[in-house]
């Protein structure tokens, strides 16, 4: 029982859109891991607000406009020298798809004691599967504990200021559905 050489987390969602919460998650995880794998898993389910490739976009612009260094010169290279990826998974398992990306950890964000509950089943069925690569949560810091993707677009729909929930690329992107308003 030994740490692994190079540690690789996975912190998947649906990130529709990504928030400023899903950011002090990644923050924390590249502070922590060697590399953060960020992945976009799609649920049938789930009517998305964004495309997942525009979620893909804004995922990478709001990584870049928290933390300008992450971004090569030419902005299309690996960020933060390839500490940190971002991608989407169809059809797989959260455990089978970070078995094929090579994630030595799996990263869930944690807000409030409701989710407690959701992310305690989901780590008691991912250690059953495959208890080789733990399940790591981190707490959003105080001001991100009430910040959701639900939140962002409710807010958005009702016309309020959703600054304080997503970065600019994000609000951008809500203004372009709604015609620029």
Request: glycine share 8%; hydrophobic share 45%.
């Amino acid at each position: 029982m030994r740490k692994a050489e190079r540690t690789k987390a996975l912190y998947a969602g649906s990130f529709d859109p990504i928030t400023r919460g899903h950011l002090d998650i990644i923050g924390k995880a590249l502070m922590t891991f060697d590399a953060v794998h960020v992945a976009i898993g799609t649920n049938v389910k789930k009517q998305r607000a964004f495309s997942v490739e525009e979620s893909l976009r804004l995922i990478r612009r709001s990584v870049v406009e928290l933390w300008p260094e992450a971004e090569a010169a030419g902005g299309e290279g690996p960020l933060f020298g390839g500490a940190l990826e971002v991608a989407e998974f169809t059809n797989l398992s959260l455990i089978r798809y970070a078995r094929t990306i090579g994630a030595t950890h799996i990263v869930r964000g944690l807000r409030e004691a409701s989710d407690f509950n959701e992310e305690f089943n989901l780590h008691g069925v991912a250690g059953r599967i495959d208890p080789s690569i733990p399940m790591v949560h981190f707490i959003c810091d105080a001001p991100f504990l009430h910040v959701s993707s639900s939140t962002a677009k409710e807010l958005d729909a009702m016309g309020e200021d959703i600054a304080w929930l997503v970065m600019p690329s994000v609000q951008a992107a809500f203004a372009a559905r709604h015609g620029g308003k």
